[in-house]
């Protein structure tokens, strides 16, 4: 991706037609001249399955059958992700690209942003139920994505066969409460300028959806986790879900990497209290006080900060339930109140202490906690 970024268009094409040459007319190594080794796999794998770089691709559609089983299996995921798609599509609404949106197999279950219909370029490509999976179409971000389970960008001629060589693409895999990947997000251009940055806007989004997913599943309480020193609240946080018995039903990418026990969404069901050095219960008793954050031990002997909310809490607050909004954060005035409560506390009712620690004056921090104890 770096290379896209520093090297001409023109000749950023031109090393494109090289490596196709070397790969897919000699069976030679590219020399680097793509953007990513990965590329280099997909073709081959392409090419073992017996397609041809010059076949017309078909864009198939599933049969209807099919295609409703594949709605109703994905409505989880369509309702939680369309208020992402929406602000992505005013985000990107002047670059001539759109977002699609696929389950893990690379079938469409929805699209967003500026699709021209007229262009059946784009048309083909954006109706719900079309297969865009690796197998069906060759090389693209969405298979890609699916496969590499990481981000990736895919530039015109990189794309396997002759007549996806339009697109440029920007894709991020999305994962589910299991951890296991649940769909991707594609960012596509036709004939657009290359904008390798658009990855990093599929990340984000494509982590607001997931934890979308996450909170919407049944829960009695979720836990917002970040090292000491990051506030609590936003797209950065860990997540966790639990039942009334402490049960992890859920977790989000960023949870899995902080915590080793989370890590491998193989290992079946995990009780926090195998994650955390104090008992269960007291994270649901923090969750009832009017300062829910908490610092819990790891195993591992390193610690988090950990802001706890039952699910009534997260629905009365806006960002949870069924009417969550996937991605807000937690309410500032609270996250605020709650870090000035610990800062406090941690000097133990020193005020002017406190004060210093957080860069802000006494009189701050005594209008805050008010401000807090009234709400």
Partial sequence: MQQALTIAPDLRLQQISQARHAVLEEGQSPAGTLSAAWIENSWRRCL???????????????????????????????HAARPVLEKLGRAIADTRYFAILTDAQGVVVDVSGP???????????????????ERSVGTTAIGAALNELQPVWLHRGEHFFANTSVYSCAGAPLFGPDGHCAGMLDLTGIEAMERPELTHLAVQSACRIGNALLRGRPHSL?????????????DADGLVCLDADGLIVGANQIARQMVAQLANPHAGTVHIGDVFGVPYQMLFDAARRQSPMIEVPLWSGLRLNALAMTHSREVDAGDGGSGMRPGEPAPLREVETVLIRKAVDDARGNVAQAARVLGISRATVYRKIGNGKRH
């Fill in 48 to 78: 073992s399955r017996g397609q041809q770089p010059g076949q017309s691709v078909a864009f198939e559609v599933l049969p209807a059958r099919a295609l409703q089983h594949t709605e109703e299996q994905h409505h989880d995921l369509v």
């Fill in 115 to 133: 699709i021209d219909r007229s262009d059946r370029r784009a048309d083909l490509i954006t109706r719900v139920g079309t297969d865009l999976s």
């Fill in 222 to 234: 979720l836990l917002r986790l970040n090292w000491p020193g990051h506030t609590l609240g936003f």
